[in-house]
């Protein structure tokens, strides 16, 4: 596989991506703020870095990546103060929630995960050092600032020029205007009825910027290769995150930097306001299919601003369907004995195989390029079908074809078809949280059959067809698609999904 080509917003061009000192690629990934339920914006930024490390895996790179759980912010404090609980039983319930969402979207997990609240020490270590340098100073309330004045290339991430910044001007809060340049907080004296942790620096709680920082140096070193995250984080968050750890080691902070653009949904930016806002479990409870949101969000490279559609998502749905398809009938073609694909090959398909295999990988390696990886896929899927109802695709054509499909696979993973069991585990959760009246009541209704049920129907009405009682075989197909349950009759046999 060609060496993976990456969008560097460091240096604003396409740069090769490699670990630099060591076998492993050291990767941190901007990860939850766990006070609320993830939603498809967060995921597709995920979806994307999952993306990225199964390009680097199938290249033979070894990864270091490392994932932040940020569980103590502003809003976190805000909610958690609001329900009346402590930090950690609040966020406990969303942090929960983010990795059953993660397993849904079959998201790989990093090697490791971080908790912000776990390196406590490491972040007022690094503050202390700030401050060795008069870069950090403390205020009257006890709190740490950062001086921006003293990092003059500050604004070489997001390349805003902030030449007129103004010395000890501060922001407090953890989000803020986009175009301000003030001193930042890096740790936030304690308030009245906030938790709070007691270090040399004084009661207080970390700021949301020093966070990452410490993560990010204290699992993968002061220098690493790649960091990611959405391009809402640009600025400030990792402005700040470059400014503080270079003023702290010498050292750059990072080599390469990825950046996934926004998500609008049908035009729009996403708004609770707007009425467009959905988590992954909201598009659940609405009948879709986990698998048909991972390869909609995935489909759309990560440097293109991608407007999400319900008719985007129901197109998704369907090129799922057609690649599981093809998938199981190359599958029951190649088996032994099967007779559906006789020996020898084919040319041609051998040929468009290894054209779709080389065009497949050469679109991941150019920036990731999944749009065109995908139409590769899609090009053999039409040629071998064609080639499969002619009765030209042979046997070892389809052995060729199989080991391009798992290629394919590797990094959009939706062959396997486990939408049917997410899906119950989303209706228990709804219904624990009282929220089943939420859920489509199709897709109730179709899981209610198990897929043992529907197999042992299939089987009935297939020896009703053959005993030539066919107004049974009619009775047991429209009852089924009353259920959402489609059944398909084809040369290689009888199929069925749920809608």
Known sequence: MATIELFNTLGGKIEPLAPVGTPALRMYCCGPTVYDYG??????TFLHVD??????RQQGIPLNHVMNITDVDDKIIRNAAAAGVPIAQYTARFERAFF???DALSIEHPEHFSRATGCIPEMVALIEKLAAKDIAYQTEDGSWYFRIARFPEYGKLSKKDFGGIEDGARVDVDEYEKDAARDFALWKAVKPGEQFWESPLGPGRPGWHIEC????????GEDIDLHAGGEDLMFPHHENEIAQS????GKPFVRHWMHVRFLLVEGKKMSKSEGNFYTLRDLLLKGFRASAIRFLLI???YRNQMNFTFDSLIESTNAVDRLRTFHQRILKGSAAGSGGF???LNPDIAAATAKAEQDYTAALANDLNTAEARAAIFDLVRAANSAADAGTLRAENAAQILKVLALFDGVFAVLEDKDAAITRAALVWAEAEGRISEADPSIVATLSFSDADIDALVAERTRAKKTRN???ADAIRNDLLAKGILIEDSKDGVRWKRK
């Open 213 to 220: 920082s410490a993560m990010a140096t204290k699992l993968l």
């Open 100 to 102: 059953e969402d993660l």
């Open 39 to 44: 939603h498809i914006g967060n995921f597709r």
């Open 51 to 56: 993306v990225l490390r199964r390009v680097l």
């Open 299 to 301: 489909s759309v490279p």
């Open 470 to 472: 066919f107004a049974r």
């Open 342 to 344: 006789p020996d020898g």
């Open 246 to 249: 270079e003023s702290a080691s």
